[in-house]
Every structure is written in C-alpha cells, then in structure tokens.
C-alpha cells in the first residue's frame, strides 16, 4: 500500500436497510480500488466483507467490517455496517470514526423504513450523506417512483448528480449532469465508456444540470453570486459548492447504481475523493489512535481496529491508555479490508488500520503518546433494548459459560451481563432478540456452551400503607445457656413529617426518641428506625441487634421475599433477662417482630415502572396504542416529528418481555423505542394476589 496523507484519506459508512446491497457495493468498491482482482457474492458465501462464519451462515452482515480501496491517489476506507436494528452497534462505532456516510437506497423498495432510521441517526450524529440508488438493473425498478419516493423522505435536501437512461435488465448507462457526460457500460465488470451525452437525453441533462447548479450554489454566498452575474458555475465551482453542502449535512447527492454489475460504482468512488469531507484531524500532532472495534479472529488471536486521531503511528511506538496508565507497544501494524491484512511501515492522523494482540485493546480504548494525555470520549451506543436471563443447560458449566459472555461483552459493546444479586439470575442485554440469539449461538458454537434464555425475574419492592404495633419475645432454655429477648415495635410508611404521636394498646401515647438510625437503602427508599424505649426496659447496647433483625427482614420481605422499603420503625418497650439476654436473642426479636407488624401494615407490593417511549409511522399508531394499554401501560401525550407518531407511557416492567419483538412484527421492523426506570408504583390488586400465591407455593415446594 503507498503512503498516504490524511488529505488523501476519505472515511465513509455505508448505511441502508438490509438487502439494499452494502456488501454487494462494498465488494464492487474493493475491486474498483483494486483491493481485489475477482468479485464474489453473498450468495456464493465469497465476499470480503461477510467473511465471518455466522455472516455466511445467516448470509448477512452482522458486524460491521473495515474494508478499503485505493482509488487515483486516494484511500477510501469504509466500513461495510450491518442493516438491522438488532446489529445497530456496529454503525454507531462507524459515526464515530467517518466523516461521511453512502446510503444505499434498494430501487426496488425505494425508501424503507430502514432507511429512514439510518437518515435520522445519521443526522442525530451529524453525518454528511451521499445516496446510491442500488439495483437499477432489476425489473421492480422505477426511476419515477424512486424519485418520488425519496422526495417524500429526504424532500429539500436531494441533489441529483445522475440520472440512468434506463432501468430494469436494459440497465447500462447513466447520464452524469456534474460531468455532463453519458457513461456506458460494456458488461457486468464495470467496463466503460465515457461519451457525449446521447442527443434523446440532451434536454433532461441541461434541466437537471441547472437544477444542480443552482443547488450547488445554495450553500456558497460567493458562488450564488456568480451564479446570479454569469448563470452559470464551472465543474470546480460545483464541486466546491456541493462540498459545503454535503459537509454540512445540507445536501444529499443522488447516485445511480448496479452494485451486482459494477455500474456506476467507479463514478461513486470519484465523487467521494473529489467532494466527500476528509478527516479532520492534525497530521503533525502527537501519535493517537482510538479503538473502535475489537474482535477474535482465526489465527490473529485478538484484532484491534484503530482510527489514527492524530500524527503519525509506526510499529515500535510506546503508546499509553490515559484512562488507566496501561502501556503497550505494537510489532507490526496493519491496513484491513476484512480478512485481507497488509503490513504497512506508518498510518497517518486520519487513517484506518489494526494490530493484534494488545494487553487491553477493548473498543473505545484511546491510546496516546506517553505523557500527553490525549484522551477521546467513549462511543456512546443506544440503551439495549432486550433483558433476558441467561443459565448454562449443565449447571457444572456456569463458571464456562460466565468466562464466555464475558469474552463476548467485550468484542460487543451493546452485549450487556450483569449479575443480579437481589434476582440470583444472569441477565444477558442487547439489541433484540436476533442479537441475543446471536449470542446464543456463539455461546453454543465458539464456546461450547448449551444455554437457556427465559424471562427476568421482576425485582419487586414491598412496602406498608398504615401503622401497625407488635411484639415479639423470644425465649430459649434447652439445654446449656438460654437465650432471652422481648421486642415491642410500632411500623408506619416513612413518608410526610415524622409524627410520633400513636395509639398503642387503645390508649393515645407521646413516643420520645432517644437514638435514631436512617438507612438509605442499597435498592432504593429508606429504613428509619427509632429507639423510644423507656426506663432501661432493652439496654441501649441491644439497639444495634434489633436493627440487624429488621434489616435482614427488609433483605427478604415479609410478602414475597423481594427488598422493602420505605418504613419507619419505632422500638418504644420490651424486656430483658439479666443472664440470658444477648445479641443473638434480639436479632431473632427484632426481626419477628418486624415481621408481624409489617403483615398487619396494609403491605403492598410494589413494582418497577419505565417511561416507554415509542416512534412509529403514523399508521401504527393505533395497534402501538392499544397494546401498551394490553401491557397496564398508562398513555402519557402525544407528540409528532417528521411523519412519525411519538407515544409516551408509563408501563410495568413486568409487562415488557419481549418487547422490542412484538413492536417489530405490529410494525413491520418501522418502529423504534426508548425504555428507562421511571419509579415503583403498587401492583394492582389482582397482579398482588398472584404474587403472594406463587410465593406462598415456592415456599412450600421449599
Ligand atoms: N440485481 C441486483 N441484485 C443486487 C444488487 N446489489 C445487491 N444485490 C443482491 O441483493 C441481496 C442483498 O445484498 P447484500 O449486499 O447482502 O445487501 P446488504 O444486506 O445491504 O449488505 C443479495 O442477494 C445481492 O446479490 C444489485 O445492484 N442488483
Ligand atoms: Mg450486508
């Protein structure tokens, strides 16, 4: 590979719903830029950029791959980025690493749903996008419903640079208005021919000519004068005027495309060397790089795929992570276009490549030259949108299968293991349920691990709505020495101003607190306990134990064995045995008597509530409605962006299994959503009643 300097590197995403043909371009653009001398198909399972076993597999992409072509003196580096939302995290890596986008439009669809999703991230990530209408040689497609397709979408910001002379098989030649030349194809394999334009198309090219001038000019003051003055702008003029555009996320360039034949694909190539922005990055600053995707690869071991931020990178550097101090120094240095790995002497600021075998080469690690500190912001991925729990089949294989995921966790950002202590569950989070799959298959297939996935335990809270009094004495003689301990308590909710005002026995009493002890509790609300116990009856030295009883009872609620919260406790009589009271006997106290109180309460089972927000098209609307209200969800307002329906609701977590899926199949994959913990709000009575049977009949199969 020659030497290039960050004004001659270009990196670009390709973006677009499945099956719009990414691949298909990022092959016929590896071949154009000479990467490659033979194209293969994701039929034929022979692509560099689907080259992993589970991409062949499922002949789709799923993790976004590194490729490159060297075209006229320029290297374009893209990254061939999986289509589907389960696979999205591979795309957000790309936004971060690529100054520009292509979005791959499928003439016979025109715009999909996933292609509006890519736009609006795009434009959320302020990504400049160029457009390839695809598949112009099949026979579904139509130039005038495209167009009015994508105007409907994209609407002000389309700039056509092209338009085809035909479409379907007849495919062969695109009239390019920028060039104002006819580029004819000879065969499948890209070969051209580049004319006048044909005397029939005369009269369209000069319109769409204009058309792309006076677009050109938009975006350029000094240029929209010339062109008021002379009605007209050179081809550098143009280029310059559509650079801003593009650069700015103001204009989208229209491309015409047959990936599977190689037409047009060169043109593309030229136009993004030309007009695509190229990195912004300091050539002859000190050596960074940041990590953007991390993977295990045959025969490599651990891969690095790194963005050069700054300077210069060579093999024998010592670079450091400014995060954590840790130092590593790299044998060797590679250029990628996916499994194809060439050493190269030097990558400059801008520039793509990889290295193997680092002690801590984990996604969004910064490494920088020793002292200076650079450091870059971690890759912010979407929330997952996918929680199941995760056991090995063999309970012998958890420890393999803990090992595993965590392998996993790390190569995949957006793969997310917790272990949750109050659940005693793994619980395995991702995009959706394809990506958990996904995992699954890993697990079974790389690791040689059987797995079951099933739903989360909910983690309930329980809490109190009134005052309760009881008492508890615990007496022990059997045998050696006994054990002694009386505990006389009084439970409220621990809410508005402390009162400590009761009825104790029938009769009104004025409690004074003598010692107090406020827990915030680890799992949200509070334990508020008050020591009122008068005349000596429980030394001040047992306090400590009664609390330790309540608090393991808050551990394991009175109810259903989930965390309570929110109580006020207060010890206001008991008794003491002068030779047999200790520790121990009070624990046992405290905790009873806690126990019964808390029962006689008016407890209540609380459960964990998500603001749910969802962006659907219009049409859905309805059936997204009415089954959040099927889920107990509570309808917030409504609001509207861009043809999209937002709807707002409050919904029990344990009513969202599954959720991301059921959304998908009501609308066609077209909707997105957002899930974040809002608070605990109490189960309604029947939700309650269940619990405490299922509850009560574990306790028995116990
Ligand atoms: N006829 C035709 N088929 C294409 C073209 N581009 C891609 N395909 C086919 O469309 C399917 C999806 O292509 P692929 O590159 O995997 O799409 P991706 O999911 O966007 O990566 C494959 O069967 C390709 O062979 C094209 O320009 N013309
Ligand atoms: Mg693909």
């Known amino acids: 590979m020659k030497d290039y300097s960050t004004k001659d590197i270009r990196n670009v995403v390709l973006l677009g719903s499945t099956k719009s043909g990414k691949t298909t371009l990022a092959e016929a653009m590896l071949y154009e830029g000479k990467v490659i001398d033979r194209r293969g198909t994701v039929e034929d399972k022979n692509t560099v950029s689907d080259n992993d076993e589970l991409e062949k597999l499922n002949q789709r992409s799923i993790y976004a791959t590194p490729l490159y072509a060297e075209f006229q003196g320029t290297k374009i580096n893209f990254i061939d980025a999986p289509g589907s939302d389960d696979f999205i995290g591979g795309a957000y890596s790309a936004f971060r690493v690529c100054e520009s986008g292509i979005l791959v439009i499928n003439a016979q669809q025109g715009v999909e749903v996933g292609t509006e999703n890519f736009v609006r991230r795009a434009e959320e990530n302020k990504l400049p996008l160029v457009i390839a ?13 495209i167009q009015a397709s994508m105007k409907e979408a994209l609407g002000g910001k389309l700039v056509y640079v092209q ?36 005397a029939a198309f005369a009269d369209q090219a000069e319109e769409a000519r204009n058309e792309l001038i006076e677009k050109a000019a938009e975006f350029d003051d000094a240029l929209m004068e010339k062109f008021f003055e002379e009605g007209t702008l050179s081809e550098e003029e143009i280029m310059s005027g559509l650079n801003q555009g593009v650069t700015s996320g103001q204009a989208y360039p229209v491309f015409c495309i047959s990936a599977k034949k190689d037409i047009g694909v060169k043109r593309l190539l030229e136009f993004i060397k030309g007009v695509a922005p190229a990195p912004k990055v300091d050539e002859n600053g000190q050596p960074a790089l940041f990590i953007y995707k991390n993977d295990v690869e045959q025969h490599l071991g651990e891969v690095s795929y790194f963005k050069v931020m700054s300077g210069t990178i060579t093999p024998g550097l010592d670079l450091e992570d400014p995060a954590t101090g840790n130092k590593e120094r790299f044998s060797a240095i590679y250029a990628v276009a996916g499994s194809k790995k060439e050493s190269v002497p030097a990558l400059k600021a801008g520039d793509f490549g990889c290295v193997v075998k680092l002690k801590n080469g984990k996604s969004s690690t910064t490494l920088s ?13 979407p929330a997952p949108k996918y929680r199941c729990a995760i056991k090995a089949k063999v309970q012998q294989e958890e420890q393999k299968l803990g090992d595993a995921l965590k392998k996993i966790a790390s190569q995949d950002p957006t793969t997310i293991v917790e272990y949750s202590k109050e659940l005693r569950q ?3 989070s991702g995009n959706g349920e394809q990506h958990i799959n996904v995992t699954k298959w890993r697990l079974n297939n790389e690791f040689n691990v059987e797995v079951e996935l099933f739903a989360p335990k909910v983690p309930y809270r329980e809490t109190i709505t009134k005052v309760a009094q009881a008492q508890y004495r615990h007496k022990k003689q059997s045998g050696g020495a006994g054990q002694f301990g009386e505990v006389h308590l009084l439970v409220c909710p621990a809410e508005g101003e402390l009162n400590t005002k009761f009825k104790i026995d029938g009769k009104d009493t004025q409690l004074n607190i003598k010692t107090q002890d406020i827990t915030e509790l680890e799992w949200g609300g509070k334990l508020e306990f008050y020591n009122c116990v008068v005349g000596g009856a429980i030394d001040l030295g047992f306090m400590p134990a009664i609390l330790k009883g309540i608090k393991e009872r808050m551990v394991e609620g009175p109810l259903t064995g989930s965390y309570a919260r929110d109580i006020r406790v207060f010890v206001y ?7 047999d009271s200790k520790e121990i006997a009070f624990i046992i106290a405290g905790r009873n008597a806690f126990r019964e109180a808390f029962r006689n309460a008016g407890p209540k089972i609380l459960e964990p509530i998500y603001n749910v927000e969802v962006m659907t098209p219009a049409e859905y609307q309805g059936a997204v409605m009415s089954d959040l209200q099927n889920r107990r969800g509570i309808l917030g307002d409504l609001g509207a962006d861009k043809g999209f329906s937002i709807l707002r609701a409050r919904v029990p977590l344990a009513e969202l299994y599954r959720y991301s899926t059921t959304l998908s199949s009501l609308t066609s994959g077209s909707a997105t959503f957002t899930m974040e913990f809002a608070d605990y709000q109490p189960v309604p009575g029947d939700v309650q009643t269940k619990l405490l049977a299922d509850y009560a009949a574990q306790e028995e199969e116990d």
Request: glycine content about 8%.
């Open 573 to 579: 009589d008991g008794k003491m045995h002068p030779v």
């Open 163 to 198: 338009f085809p002379t035909a479409t379907g098989a007849s495919f062969d030649g695109i009239v390019d208005v920028l060039t104002m030349k006819y580029y004819h194809f000879k065969d499948a394999n890209g070969t051209c021919e580049v004319l006048d334009i044909p």
């Open 369 to 381: 030259a020793i002292g200076s500190g650079i450091e870059y912001p971690k890759i912010a991925y």
């Open 133 to 145: 209408v695809n598949q112009l040689d099949t026979d579904k497609a139509d130039w005038d419903n």
């Open 426 to 428: 793994t619980i395995l």
